[in-house]
């Protein structure tokens, strides 16, 4: 299936579904999701696939077994294409429109120390900074879930404290409802970010073979 873009039918259908999330909404609509939302972005993850890799598309369905919050379905829908676990590249639609990133979401305890010592590192934690600081002219945003104290066995005062209190680190970039997520032309907004972020990703993968 060659990629047209996201119809408008996509985005009202996650409209929709934020106020009436039911299985009989769902069953009554799954023909839109099926065409609107999921073969577009099989088509874009699939004319990605030979640069960055193969995607996994995430199920629709939410995990309910032990959530206080029991609606069934995500109001969104994501692509991840690992470049290792828990990193990588990602790109979603949702009501409030598109957007794409890339980063690491999680990590284990070895890994997460392995990352630190990157940063704290003189020779690479700099490259780091350079990488973000790059990103952020280009408008992404430096995200991510970060400690309020001190990492242990870290100074307060160290230059790049405000790194090393990462427990994740995501670069993304909204396109909202830009008049190219409806055009083919999206393709081409999402390979350009998504190669802007392969240093991050690539700083990502030598710090964390530090653990592995």
Not at 146 to 156: E, I, N, Q, S, V
């Amino acid at each position: 299936m060659e990629f047209t873009g996201f119809p408008v039918a996509a985005f009202d259908f996650y409209d929709d579904l934020e106020v009436d999330n039911t299985k009989s909404y769902w069953a009554a609509h799954k023909g839109v999701y099926e065409e609107a939302v999921l073969a577009p972005m099989k088509a874009l993850t699939a004319t990605l696939e030979p640069e960055f890799g193969a995607a996994k598309i995430f199920r629709p369905y939410r995990d309910v077994r032990f959530a206080k919050d029991k609606t069934p379905y995500k109001t969104h829908q994501g692509a991840f294409v690992a470049s290792g676990p828990a990193t990588g590249w990602y790109v979603e639609i949702a009501p409030r429109g598109m957007r794409v990133g890339a980063g690491f979401y999680d990590a284990s305890g070895p890994r997460l120390t392995a990352v630190r010592e990157a940063v704290a590192d003189e020779k690479t934690g700099p490259a780091l900074k350079r990488i973000l600081a790059k990103l952020e002219k280009a408008g992404f945003e430096i995200t991510g879930e970060r400690l309020k104290t001190t990492p242990r066995g870290y100074d307060a005062q160290h230059p790049r404290i405000d790194l090393l209190r990462h427990k994740t680190l995501t670069a993304g970039k909204p396109y909202g409802f830009a008049d190219f997520i409806h055009t083919a032309e999206l393709l081409d907004h999402v390979r350009e970010d998504w190669r802007a972020l392969k240093p991050l990703v690539s700083w990502l993968e030598r710090a964390f073979a530090r653990a592995d």
